[in-house]
């Protein structure tokens, strides 16, 4: 019989860490390494402590706390439970640190009712996740997978030219007596994070969690329409060649074209630029943001393909041309079938049908994915609601998703190996 986790503990700690994070302008900031970032921090290693658990802090902050009883080889590779406590400008009370509280409730729990487990549990609170303050998201989780460079991350510098290893210093953390953030699958047998939604999916399904198979891939680009300014008044509808009409044009054929041939794909045009962008002169170039998100790599890739030749079709029936431009890609990544079917068993423990989803947000699992087997457990958000200070969840709701995690976690602590 698995123990019932305390609520009581993790809306405690939750309401402790925003509190230091409240912003008078509304929600909550808490920047990675700012003043209130290392309160919370340090609200953090206290609990941690409290409950003996061995701290270590890496090069880039990552707080990595470990719980290994006497009775089992700690040299063994843990399960990991991470997420973050750093948010966006004025962002929402659940988003990171509900997983962070989560996490520590269930090592909690299973410290205050003596369970048995086989191997060590390390919570792992990661820096900079949002990729506010220091330009690249999910920067300790990248860390600790070994995708970015230490010298190229200490050059990185905020919005007031601190550099990250300047950030680090003023923490009081030197970077030469830090352990490498660098692990592996022979340090972290898995990784489960608890995490809030951040859309409507739960809600319209009506269902109270989410097992999320894979985080989607994201294609940035800029489709540029080209033509030349013409007087608004002087020029007859018929010779006329506007960019923008192609542009409209082709972004509504693109959204059909995405949602006939491909249910899971998501695209946004999110920003349009129109030049010279003046009301009586018809644009004479005009650039589309594309934000393409997608499950399967190969569908994004055709998709891709799509675009361009809907867009070349549009602007050579206008008369124009268009450019498209490449910005970034992140490949998607699928969670571990092993910890999917974990998670699983810990909902059928708990009598809960769980909805089997991407995620089309980024993740510190993405990350984690590339080096371990990896699952994420989703709560609803209410409206779907995120990044904001009106983001929330049912607390019966927070209170599932911190027991569907615990009785995750000891189903893989109980697998032997
Ligand atoms: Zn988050």
Request: proline share 5%.
């Amino acid at each position: 019989m698995i123990p019932d986790i305390d609520f009581g503990f993790i809306e405690r700690l939750i309401n402790q860490i925003n509190d230091v994070g409240r912003d008078p302008r509304g929600g909550y900031t808490r920047l990675a390494l700012s003043r209130e970032d290392l309160e919370a921090r340090k609200i953090i290693i206290e609990t941690l402590r409290d409950l003996g658990l061995k701290i270590e802090i890496d090069k880039v902050a990552n707080i990595v706390a470990r719980y290994c009883p006497e009775k089992i080889d700690c040299s063994k590779p843990s399960i990991a439970i991470g997420s973050h406590i750093d948010t966006v400008v004025n962002g929402g009370p659940l988003d990171g640190v509900y997983g962070v509280a989560s996490g520590i409730e269930a090592v909690r729990t299973i410290i205050r009712n003596n369970i048995d487990i086989s191997k060590p549990i390390d919570i792992i609170v990661f820096t900079n996740e949002e990729g506010v303050r220091f330009p690249i998201g999910e920067l300790g989780s990248k860390a600790m997978a070994g995708q970015i460079d230490l010298s190229e991350v200490y050059e990185l510098k905020d919005s007031e030219g601190v550099t990250f290893y300047e950030a680090l210093r003023r923490a009081g953390l030197d970077p030469r007596n830090l352990r490498d953030p660098v692990r592996t699958k022979g340090d972290i047998e898995f990784y489960v994070e608890l995490h809030i939604e951040q859309g409507p999916v739960l809600e319209s399904v009506g269902k109270e969690i989410g097992i999320v198979t894979g985080i989607v891939g994201v294609y940035w680009g800029d489709l540029v329409f080209r033509s030349k300014p013409m007087h608004a008044g002087t020029t007859p509808m018929n010779l006329r060649r506007d960019p923008l009409m192609a542009a409209a044009e082709a972004m509504i054929k693109i959204r059909d074209h995405v949602i006939s041939s491909n249910r899971e794909a998501v695209i946004t045009f999110g920003k349009i630029d129109t030049v010279p962008n003046v009301r009586n002169v018809i644009p004479g170039e005009v650039t589309v943001s594309i934000d393409l998100r997608d499950l399967n790599e190969q569908f994004l890739k055709k998709t891709l393909e799509d675009i361009e030749s809907i867009s070349k079709g549009v602007a050579s029936r206008y008369m124009i041309s268009v450019e498209h431009i490449y910005r970034s890609y992140s490949s998607p990544v699928m969670m571990s079938s092993k910890v999917i079917d974990a998670i699983g068993q810990a909902c059928k423990q708990l009598g809960v049908t769980p909805h089997l989803m991407p995620s089309r947000a980024g993740h510190d699992a993405r990350s984690m994915a590339k080096i371990t087997d990896a699952g994420m457990i989703f709560v609803p958000s209410i409206g779907g609601v995120s990044h904001s200070p009106e983001e929330n969840t049912k607390p019966e709701h927070l209170r599932l998703g911190a027991q569907v995690l615990l009785n995750t976690v000891l189903i893989l602590a109980s697998e032997t190996k």
